[in-house]
Nanobody
């Protein structure tokens, strides 16, 4: 059974940086697509960034500030978050998909097969 374990997160000042990491265990092969979503208080979970074998994709709001990458034979996904804003405050979730996704096909919660437990990111002004 695939499990995703997240680390990182916490608190930062506006303009600061945080790094989130998520490692998939229990896989017999490398993850095809891994992504980060976030959930604002009282809102639905929404797409932040994805790293697939076909490319890397970002929601417009984080382009130029966040960078997604993978290590550990593609089973660890890292989200480097720079120039943080108070409106980035949310619970961040990593996700893993058993197949490729491409551009907008990566944006939906429903296409992912496994999820991490979530980690809180709080940015103060």
């Amino acid at each position: 059974q695939v499990q995703l374990v997240e680390s990182g997160g916490g608190s930062a000042q506006a303009g600061g940086s945080l790094t989130l990491s998520c490692t998939a265990s229990g896989r017999t092969d490398s993850s095809y697509s891994m992504a980060w979503f976030r959930q604002f208080s009282g809102k639905a979970r929404e797409f932040v960034a994805a790293d697939t074998w076909l490319g890397r994709y970002y929601v417009n709001d984080v382009k130029g500030r966040f960078t997604i990458s993978r290590t550990n034979n593609n089973n660890t996904v890292v989200l480097q978050m720079n120039s943080l804003k108070p409106e980035d405050t949310a619970v961040y979730y990593c996700a893993d998909r058993n197949f490729f996704c491409f551009e907008s096909g990566c944006y939906s919660v429903s296409v992912y097969d496994h999820w991490g437990q979530g980690t809180q990111v709080t940015v103060s002004s």
